[in-house]
């Protein structure tokens, strides 16, 4: 009987590197990262994707209606969505783990802003992130790459999320 115990535990331990070998590692965008290219649906089910932005500066947030600082921030990003062309910005503003029926209804009492808000079903753009928690932001530069990363921030932050916003606006491409 140990005998039997001590195969199957070697046995364990021997397939144990090979699973851990198939396991996906964790997606964890940086700084200076080329960032994941699907940033959730639009409210037809369309893909909106970071390419279709290039040239701009794209804010990426993911935010949900039951966190304080995101619903702080929403209009602040709204009031420099409105302060800078659509050719220069772009802001995605992609919901995280709320179901489609929130979503429809954030679209119904925000009809006039001009941030584009995204679905993410089974977290798809959330996961090639590494989002695991909210406020999550990231600031894409004119060139495509992943300027800035803000994790877990709150209201003193937004004067520096406004200034880097800016400082990327004006640099040259």
Not at 5 to 25: D, F, N, Y
Not at 38 to 56: F, P, T, V, W
Not at 104 to 109: D, M, P, Q, T, V
Request: aromatic share 8%.
């Amino acid at each position: 009987m140990v005998r039997f115990v001590i195969l199957m535990l070697s046995a364990l331990l021997l397939a144990a590197p090979a699973a851990e070998a198939k396991r996906e590692p964790e997606a964890k965008v940086t700084v200076g990262d080329v960032p994941p290219d699907y940033l959730g649906q639009d409210e037809n089910g369309d893909d909106i994707l970071a390419s279709a932005q290039r040239g701009k500066v794209v804010v990426v947030t993911f935010w949900a209606t039951w966190c304080g600082p995101c619903l702080r921030e929403l209009p602040v990003l709204q009031g420099i969505r409105e302060q800078v062309s659509e050719d220069r910005l772009a802001i995605v503003a992609v919901n995280y783990g709320q179901g489609r029926k929130i979503y429809k209804k954030i679209l119904e009492k925000t009809p006039d802003w001009s941030l584009t808000f995204a679905y993410d079903p089974k977290y798809r753009a959330a996961k090639a992130f590494g989002v695991k928690g909210i406020p999550h932001m990231f600031i894409i530069d004119k060139q495509g790459k992943v300027a800035s990363v803000h994790v877990g921030y709150g209201d003193e932050t937004l004067a520096t999320l406004v200034d880097e916003l800016n400082t990327f606006l004006t640099a040259k491409p």
